[in-house]
Each structure stands twice: as C-alpha cells, then as structure tokens.
C-alpha cells in the first residue's frame, strides 16, 4: 500500500511538474524569439503582460469552479489556456474572457508607472504593447476575448466585429487576422442565420447584460486612449 501511495504521488507530482515545465518552456521560447528581434528586455516585459493577461482568465475559470490547463505560450500567436471543461452559460463564458483584459490591463498600466518613474522609453514601449494586445483582444469575435464577453450581451454584436476585423487586414495584413476570421466563420454564420440565439445557454437577465455591456465599453475606452497616447509618445521619442 505504502508503495502505491508512493507511486500516486510521484505521478501526481510529476503531473503539476508537467504543467509548471509547459508554461515556463513555452515562456521560455517565446523570450527567446522576441529577443532575437526586439531584444531581451523588451522581450521579458512583453511575455510577462501575457501571462498576467492569461492568469486573468485562469483564476477566473478557477473560480467559476471549471477545470482548466495551465497556460501556453506561442511566439507571434501568444498565448492560451485549455479548457477542459466549457462554460455552461454565456454569462459564465463572459466572466471568464473579461478577466483576462482586465488582468493585462491592470498589469499594463503597472508597466506604464514603472516607465514614467524611470523615464526608460523600452518600457514604456512594453507598456504600449500591452494595452494595444488587451484592446485587439477586445475585437466583438469569437475566439477573441470580445467575442466571448459580448455574446451574453448579444451575439449579433460579433457582426459588429467583422468590418472591425476586416479594416485591420486592410490596414496592417495579418496570417493571424485571416486564422481569427476562418475560427469566427461558424459564430457569424450562426448569427445571420438566427441559430445564435437559440436555447438556455444566452438566457441572462437585462440587468446582467447591462452590468457586461458597461464593463465591456469601458475597458475598450480605457485601452483606446491609452494606446493612443502611448502610441503618439512612443512617435515623438522615436522622430526627436
């Protein structure tokens, strides 16, 4: 009996070991290859903000009491947690995919102290990567955090994400954009086609669609701004 306890153990040991090599691997790689075009620091601060934005949605499943997987990260995807359970209701799904934003953001605006106390223009650099990632998340598409806050709002806000998603390509092409655009594919189709709506799982009351919906609008002003400011600072330090 001692023996097999002792072997239980060793395997559930090995098992969170697993899950800690995972995430601090995959960190690992993703600091190396942004290293190698932005340098180590940046680089650092860069995978930090992501981790952070992933923990957000961590604890927040973790608390709706869903079993999840640790995060992981790939360089130039970023980074995701498994759910290895789904969320039984869009409001469930919206608690979690809000949390992560306001985790990055939280973390970003850290950063953005850090980089007027020390007057380095590298971190406040990371700091605007930081809010402009939380604010591209926040797109109204489904696999995109926006997406998931606002279908317990109302799934035909993901048709709002579209042209959003659309002028982003025109402007900056992406691989990435296109992946995110084919995944949204079944989501849209099942909102021009009335599908979305139907059953339990987007019943929710007004006042709890109001209460996301504020939430929702104003962490995407806060972000907005900040990425704006930051982005015309970080425009005068580069051409001075």
Known sequence: MKALAALLFGLFKAAKLSKVALTGGTMLISVFVYATIWGWKYAVGFVL?????????????????????APTFIPFVGAWIALKEMPHDAETEAYIGLAGPFAGTVASAIVLLLARYTGEAWILAVAYAGFFLNLFNLIPLSPLDGGRITGVISPKVWLVGVPVLVALFFYRPSPMLVMIAILAVPQVWATLTGKAQEGAYYATRAATRMAYAAKYLGLVLVLALLTFDLHEELGRLGGG
């Open 49 to 69: 903000l992501l981790l952070a934005h992933e923990l957000g949605h961590y604890h927040a499943a973790h608390q709706r009491g869903l079993n999840v997987g």
